[in-house]
């Protein structure tokens, strides 16, 4: 299924024909734990325009499990997109994966942004992803007078710590 699934998006015209697509692949690559549905979704990637179609393509690709043999590369560009609901499921759609160069590209916008969403959306992504050397950049947000980005920095710091087995001192 998932492969005609992949061929009728080839040549389908109607977002929202194709938004219902990626919808489908990306539930049964949530469901059949399948690779190949993340390989399906990071390579259509490039032929969305819609903001909306792409952002949800992306919500897509942050529920699968990608193993670090799964090219990300092409997600990296949209942590920076100038769409903020792009960015943000661009940032967790990196998420639940264990590639150093995604937790690399996660780190590298966390200690370049000003906005607090992007700050709060790459503090959730470092907790699932980040090994204890991402610890060092979120803790920067500790300090922070917004609640939000304070909160969810305890919480990524939490979370990589428990997850590495480290408890917190």
């Known amino acids: 299924m998932v492969d005609e699934l ?6 389908e015209r109607d977002k929202e024909k194709r938004n219902a697509a990626y919808f489908t692949i990306g539930k049964l690559g949530l469901r059949c734990r399948s690779v190949d549905c993340a390989r399906i979704l990071i390579g259509a990637i490039g032929r969305e325009k819609d903001k909306y179609v792409l952002s949800s393509l992306l919500d897509r690709i942050a529920d699968i499990e990608k193993p670090r043999e799964v090219d990300l590369r092409p997600i990296f560009p949209f942590l920076r997109d100038s769409r903020w609901l792009v960015r943000y499921a661009a940032i967790g759609a990196v998420g639940n994966s264990d590639s150093p160069e995604a937790e690399a590209e996660v ?8 906005d607090p969403n992007d700050i709060v959306c790459c503090n959730r992504t470092l ?28 919480h990524a710091v939490h979370a990589v710590m428990a997850r590495h087995g480290v408890r917190p001192t």
Not at 6 to 11: C, K, N, T
């Open 127 to 154: 907790g699932t992803i980040g090994t204890l050397s991402a610890i060092q950049h979120i803790e920067k947000n500790f300090a922070s007078s917004n609640r939000d980005v304070k909160a969810s920095a305890e």
């Open 107 to 114: 780190i590298a916008h966390l200690t370049s942004t000003t």
């Open 6 to 11: 992949s061929e009728y998006l080839a040549s």
